[in-house]
């Protein structure tokens, strides 16, 4: 929960949560004060949460298992303006030294390792290349992005400074306008190759930033392409909605549409698949933002009840010429 800010304050000092212990929370209300709804999660995090203490309870087991060779997502959802952003800014330099402390402390001897990073928007239900920005409106083939610029890093600063330009692109000017209307995403792939055991184990990572929750009554003001935007957002965020909604039902066909949006076809190992996954919802506190916060902590409730079926993604049969590729 990020504090109030100057908008909410001039509104009213009233909120529509309550926090009662580091999981749970009360919602009510304003107009109705005998409406409440109580939430469990993992855990609650407010501006007085110490940033190591959110890291190593949100994201440090699913980077563990990540370095292991499981499939982990990071992924951040809520409304406008409520920190996935500043979530995924504040996260990145703390992944980027645990993955290499990891490789720095193995078996120099007997381990190779191999770490690519990849980064795009889903704007408009385009995918564009955020390494080579020119690289835009990309195809999207089995849940893989064809010819998306991967960059091969071999350093703790090579890897920082990659992410920060990319991260520093949401803050260029052309581009804010739509930063809360596209879904940003960095994947790693780290391959890693033990010359005693003679396996590669190849795992992925996504960090997802999602688009602006809200609902377009709340954009009413807005222009028509700015409606247009945000209405392309809802529908795939409704396609992720749906997809958590078949777990939570008895869904007696097992069918999950992952294929109604490219988000979900990409992030489709992250709900009920092969993946450790870790759901960090943003909100707002103050009474003005109630019904969004309620559809969110709504959608975190429904998610939390998927079971994923990691396993780990061991190669006991592969070619020399990936064997070569791979370094330290």
């Known amino acids: 929960f990020r504090p109030p800010n100057e908008n909410e304050l001039s509104y009213s000092t009233n909120n529509c949560l309550i926090l009662l212990s580091p999981q749970k929370l009360i919602f009510t ?16 995090f407010d501006l007085n949460t110490q940033k190591e203490i959110f890291y190593n309870k949100t994201c440090k087991p699913i980077i563990s298992n990540f370095l292991k060779g499981y499939n982990g997502c ?9 920190g996935k952003t500043y979530t995924i800014k504040e996260i990145i330099p703390s992944i980027v030294s645990q993955i290499f402390k990891y490789i720095n402390e193995s078996d120099i001897e007997d381990e190779l390792f191999k770490i690519e990073v990849s980064s795009f ?3 408009k239900e385009k995918i564009n290349d955020l390494i080579e920005v020119n690289n835009k409106n990309l195809n999207l083939i089995q849940g893989e992005i064809n010819n998306i610029t991967n960059i091969n890093v071999s350093s703790q600063e090579q890897m920082t400074s990659i992410l920060n330009e990319v991260l520093n692109l949401r803050n260029i000017k052309e581009l804010q306008n739509h930063v809360s209307k596209s879904h940003f995403i960095i994947k790693i792939n780290l391959s890693h190759y033990s010359k005693q055991k003679n396996c590669l184990i190849i795992s992925k990572l996504f960090l997802v930033d999602l688009g602006g929750s ?3 009554s709340k954009n009413k003001e807005e222009n ?4 247009e935007e945000q209405k392309l957002i809802n529908k795939s965020l409704i396609a992720l909605s749906i997809i ?28 009920g698949g092969n993946c450790y996954t870790s759901i960090i919802l943003t909100c ?17 409730e429904k998610a939390k009840n998927i079971v ?20 330290r």
């Not at 028509?224 to 409606?227: L, P, Q």
């Open 284 to 300: 707002s506190k103050h009474q003005k933002s109630a019904l969004e916060t309620r559809n969110t902590l709504m959608f975190g």
């Open 224 to 227: 028509e392409e700015n409606i």
């Open 244 to 271: 958590v909604n078949n777990f939570n039902i008895n869904n007696k066909s097992n069918y999950i549409p992952y294929r109604d949006s490219k988000l979900t076809q990409i992030i489709s190992e992250s709900l």
């Open 29 to 44: 209300q304003e107009k109705n004060l005998e409406i409440k709804k109580e939430y469990i999660f993992d855990g609650l």
């Open 74 to 82: 990071i992924m951040c959802y809520g409304e406008t303006d409520t």
């Open 214 to 216: 809200e609902s377009l």
């Open 121 to 123: 928007e889903i704007y």
């Open 308 to 327: 994923n079926n990691p396993i780990i993604n061991i190669q006991n049969d592969f070619n020399k010429e990936i064997k070569n590729n791979i370094y």
